[in-house]
């Protein structure tokens, strides 16, 4: 019997195997959403929590590491309905990798906080596409839905974030004149 | 809205949120195992609204047979 059927009949042992075969995957998947990597740990945790409860809707035969993406990519989402922006942006800024001298700190915060006011499914749409750059099937896949349909959340994204920008740049330019 | 709009957008975020480390820096199965212990993961139950909806349709039926047939022509 091979590990992916010994898991959906419950044994734990093949549990652990596939839980540290993944976590890495997981982890890396989530993080990149909620870009938080305390909530990224507890947010795999619960992931795999998910996966053993509904181990008996498992085909064997099926994708285990997509399975996986699905569930995490929604408590991800949850994370992110649930998280305040101001609160995010705080977080953003104290773990903030490292300082670009580039783009000045009151427009970073300004493209952070607009991009943390869209709502979390574009979030998550124009994080994965535009920030981490992953495939469109890719993201249509672990959002359980289409690639036009991931396509349209990016562009409502682009689209709003655009117009915030714009009033922000506007506005910018009126307290410096 | 144009591919340059979207360019500049990417540009923008990209710059916004660095790119975060994205190797994972501790063992979580120790985690899943105390989650598993402090709430079993027991397989999805069927909740009991769904069992008394049974229970109410079987009854019915019982007592009135005949609806069996109405029941066959919805279907």
Known sequence: MDLLQRFALGEIDAFETLVRQFQGEVYGWIVRVVRDPGVAEDLTVETFWRMYRARTQFRAEGNFAGWARRIATNLALDHLKRRRPEQSLVDELAGEARPDPVLRREMREGIQRAFRGLPAKLQVAATLALVEERPYEEIAEALGTSVGAVKLRVFRAVRILRKRLDRFRSQDLVERT | ?75
């Open chain 2, 1 to 75: 809205m144009s591919e340059h709009d979207e360019r500049e957008i990417r540009e923008a975020l990209k710059q916004a949120f660095p790119p975060i480390n994205r190797e994972l820096g501790r063992d979580l199965w120790p985690a899943v195992l105390r989650k598993l212990a402090a709430r079993p993961a027991r397989p999805t139950r069927v909740p009991w609204y769904d069992w008394a909806l049974i229970g109410v349709s079987a009854g019915v039926l019982l007592f009135f047979p005949q609806l069996i047939l109405v029941f066959a022509y919805h279907l």
